[in-house]
Nanobody, 124 residues
């Protein structure tokens, strides 16, 4: 199983970007797809997750600005990021987890496959 990320790049504050995470190889359509980020000098944090049935959960820091979704027919998950600010600057990773969790903080331990990461830079 491989997770191939695309999207990201540089944008001005207030702008938008969309990340994609394409899964190759067999993966259960009920697998939880999570999005994580790691800024310079910070620990990796989970920001969004989407369950196999499309239900979503977000970290407070991105709620109302980020939207995650998935297209099971394409084995692809998406992270739409709007109203970006400099605090969103980070490397973003997607992860395929065996289960979604009740809280964002517990998701990472369930991730079985990781994307390679993509840089998002927001200039003020």
């Amino acid at each position: 199983v491989q997770l191939v990320q695309s999207g990201g790049g540089a944008v001005e504050s207030g702008g938008s970007l969309r990340l994609s995470c394409a899964v190759s190889g067999y993966i259960d359509t009920m697998t939880c797809m999570g999005w994580f980020r790691q800024g310079s000098g910070t620990e990796r944090e989970a920001v969004a997750m989407v369950d196999g049935d499309g239900s979503t959960t977000y970290a407070e820091s991105v709620k109302g600005r980020f939207t995650t979704s998935r297209d099971n027919s394409r084995n692809t998950a998406y992270l739409q990021m709007n109203s970006l600010n400099s605090e969103d600057t980070a490397i973003y990773y997607c992860g395929a987890a065996s289960t979604c969790t009740d809280t964002m903080q517990h998701l990472e331990v369930w991730v079985e496959h990781w994307g390679h990461g993509t840089q998002v830079t927001v200039s003020s």
